[in-house]
């Protein structure tokens, strides 16, 4: 017998379902927004960065061959075997091959950014597009801000290659920004004295110096632009003692290392290694600003054709950073980034070259701690499309963060605004052990 129920009754009892339904999916909602309680144990991050578009395809992602001269799709060489099964890379690449198993391929980042250079730079470097109202904080800067320096008497961060925006502490202010130079013999222009300048009257500028800063403080009261700008001139002045200067004698390292180094990027990698010993926390190095092929990872005509030199000049330099971080025991508290603004597509264009394509390239993470050894995401036939694991820019950095054993969940400030340190960011699981 079928019992008959009001639709009073009725109307309570959806009521009531739908409140259980909604509060079930309200409390999914919140146990996915929880942060993951998983940490790394990176002490430092050096953040190579291959400034013009790494071709995936033609490097850490390697598909079939291809032809420029009759435009068929696919990547300029063929492939070999790594340290990781199944994974393969171009063959330019044999030294890296076989130190592979250090790293995390990452194949499936992607971004919808790919029209032009500076604005995914700006969202490599920042982790979000760039805004009218907001100059977001680098990457570097952040870390600088959250951790410091490992050691007193050294900046928390460093760039090598000519200073930007993209790289810059934004609302974080001077005293998180970087000390920067682009010839490693040298080291940084703004903490030379000219060769003039004795002790004796270096003495007198500073204490000079001193009073006027002292008098400008007084007379400007909490400005806070201004009290940042005077730590980074007290921060500067002791960066500029022979203590911090001698990090950047490479002269000091064995000829065969730095033979081993290699060219110009191959010695600003060699100089990561010993900003990272000193206690620098993160160090930004750009690839060599003169372009040994031409253009370039910027790929267009010639820049393609003489690509594998650019290629092999990487092999060199990143195989013997991981070897001599693995020897002097600082790979598995040093995080290895290797990133580029976006890749190339498989197709040839006219000139023989490649365009830009950011739906689908390929990044790389050694050591830090974390779990290695594997390649997370996929890609399909032609390194086109993402098949597997698609990984946001926002994920990416936030998985960085958490290497490096900060929160990228946590607000910082803009003044009064909140500003999560990553645009929502989540950690990659898969990367940590």
């Known amino acids: 017998m079928t019992q008959q129920i009001s639709r009073r009754e009725f109307t309570q009892t959806a009521a009531f379902a739908g409140a259980a339904a909604l509060a079930g999916r309200q409390s999914l909602a919140v146990a996915d927004e929880q942060p993951l309680k998983i940490g790394g144990r990176a002490k430092s991050c050096i ?16 598909k079939q061959i291809g032809d420029p001269k009759t435009r068929k799709a696919g990547s300029a060489y063929p492939s ?17 091959a076989n130190l592979l198993d250090r790293s995390v ?13 500076a ?4 969202l490599f ?3 979000r597009p760039t805004s009218g109202t907001i100059v977001y904080p680098s990457l570097g800067s952040i870390i600088s801000h959250e951790l410091g320096p490992q050691q007193p008497g050294v900046p928390a961060y460093l760039v090598m290659g000519y200073p930007s925006v993209t790289r810059g502490p934004g609302f974080l202010g001077a005293k998180h920004s970087y000390i920067y130079l682009t010839d490693t013999e040298s080291g940084p222009n703004g903490l030379k004295r000219p060769a003039d300048v004795t002790d004796v009257r270096q003495r007198r500028r500073v204490e000079t110096l001193a009073k006027l800063r002292k008098r400008y403080l007084k007379r400007t009261g909490n400005d806070r632009k201004v009290a940042n ?3 980074s001139i007290v921060a500067s002045l002791k960066l500029a003692g022979p203590k911090f200067t001698r990090v950047f004698d490479l002269g000091r390292e064995p000829a065969t290392l730095r033979e081993r180094y290699g060219n110009e990027f191959g010695q600003r990698c060699l100089l990561a290694r010993r900003l990272v010993q000193a206690g620098v926390r993160f160090i930004d190095v750009s690839y060599n600003l003169n372009f040994v092929n031409g253009t370039g990872w910027d790929t267009h005509r010639e820049g393609q054709v003489n690509q594998h030199g650019l290629i092999q000049g990487l092999d060199q330099a ?18 290895v980034v290797l990133a580029t603004e976006f890749g190339r597509p498989p197709e040839f264009d006219g000139g023989g070259g490649r365009g830009h394509h950011s739906k689908a390239f390929t990044t790389l993470f050694f050591g830090g701690g974390l779990k290695t050894g594997q390649a997370v995401g996929a890609t399909d036939d032609t390194g086109k499309k993402i098949v597997e694991r698609p990984i946001s820019l926002a994920d990416w950095h936030a998985t960085i963060h958490t290497a490096m054993g900060v929160d990228p969940s946590k607000e910082l400030y803009a003044g009064e605004r909140p500003v999560p340190i990553t645009d929502h960011g989540r950690p990659i699981t898969e990367v940590f052990v």
């Open 47 to 62: 953040f190579l960065w291959m400034g013009g578009g790494m071709c995936h395809v033609d490097t850490f992602d390697p």
């Open 80 to 96: 070999i075997p790594t340290a990781i099964k199944d994974v393969r890379v171009c063959e330019h690449l044999p030294l890296t």
């Open 105 to 117: 391929v990452m194949r499936s980042l992607n971004h919808p950014l790919a029209s032009e250079h």
């Open 119 to 122: 604005a995914p730079t700006n």
């Open 125 to 127: 470097k920042t982790g």
């Open 229 to 231: 700008y005077d730590q």
């Open 318 to 335: 990143l195989s013997a950073l991981i070897e001599d971080l693995e020897q002097q025991k600082l790979l598995d508290e040093t995080l």
